[in-house]
């Protein structure tokens, strides 16, 4: 028992290294990155702190125009990733058509292909449709990369509703409607939650069908944190944007737990 107890209190341990130093030494230094003004070898901390890339990032028009565009991609990614997923999910978890194997199955084999290669291939198509250097042309392209997420995910959710439950509810004189409104949505609504916010921080950081459809008249936060890097390597520069592409993920979480609640937050996303 003693023994069980060690071995499973140094797996705990190896557990707790791990992530560490793979997730919060890495995260921990681009914070410093972010604050120093110099940092040289082998000094463990930075040599001079201050605010002073801050100041010079923060003050680029093309940041804030930047910040503003993905912004924007992202609610409307995710506002018609919603619009036009939940009713198809419904009808993949509760209806019965010729084909709903296959059409599900064809969302996982289109993410199965090379993800840069498929890319290029909308893009030609683009070209040809006059939608690349569009916004219109990176909704959809960042429209079709979450359909694979809020398809499979809410599908899931509306197949575990419990049937007994609104099979009760219509048996004591519910509409379709009420069941759907008081029973099904309540219980599959974490799980939707959890797609609709991975849908927003996946639209937030592409860049592949943004850089390939997009550019260069719609630029992007993460298009513009590369452009900067490769055209002045600064790690400051970066530091910085990659807090300001952490700061809108982080808000949008917090209040996703905030509205949704902690714990049905965490048994959407599996937990």
């Known amino acids: 028992m003693i023994l069980s107890s060690r071995r ?30 110099q940092w040289f070898y082998p000094a463990v901390l930075p040599t001079k ?29 995710t506002a018609l990733s919603a619009l036009i997923c939940l009713p198809a999910s419904y009808a993949f978890a509760r209806m019965s058509f010729p084909g709903k194997s296959g059409f599900m199955m064809s969302f996982l084999m289109a993410n199965a292909f090379p993800r840069f290669a498929l890319v290029v291939s909308i893009a030609v198509l683009f070209l040809s449709l006059d939608l690349v250097g569009t916004f219109t042309g990176v909704v959809i392209i960042q ?6 997420l809020m398809i499979w995910l809410p599908t ?19 509409t379709p409607w009420q069941v759907f409104r008081h029973i099904t949505l309540p219980q599959a609504f974490p799980t939707i939650a959890a797609a609709l916010l991975m849908a927003f921080v996946w639209t937030f950081y592409e860049t592949e069908g943004a850089w390939l459809v997009g550019a260069p008249r719609i630029r992007t936060i993460p298009l513009l944190m590369m452009s900067m890097i ?20 982080l808000v949008a979480i917090v209040l ?16």
């Open 8 to 37: 499973n209190d140094l797996f705990g341990y190896a557990i707790l290294l791990f992530l560490v130093f793979f997730i919060v030494l890495p995260v921990l230094t681009v914070f410093l990155w972010a604050l120093a003004e």
């Open 49 to 77: 702190w201050g605010f002073r890339f801050w100041h010079a990032v923060l003050s680029r028009p093309e940041v804030w125009s930047a910040l503003w565009t993905s912004i924007e991609l992202s609610v409307t990614v």
């Open 143 to 148: 429209l079709l990369n979450t359909l694979l």
């Open 156 to 174: 899931a959710a509306f197949k575990s509703v419990s049937r007994e439950m609104e099979e009760a509810a219509r048996d004591v004189g519910a």
């Open 230 to 249: 490769n055209n002045q390597l600064v790690v400051q520069y970066g530091a910085v944007l990659s807090v300001m592409l952490w700061v809108p993920s």
């Open 256 to 271: 996703a737990r905030k509205v949704i609640g902690g714990d049905a937050f965490a048994k959407g996303l599996g937990g």
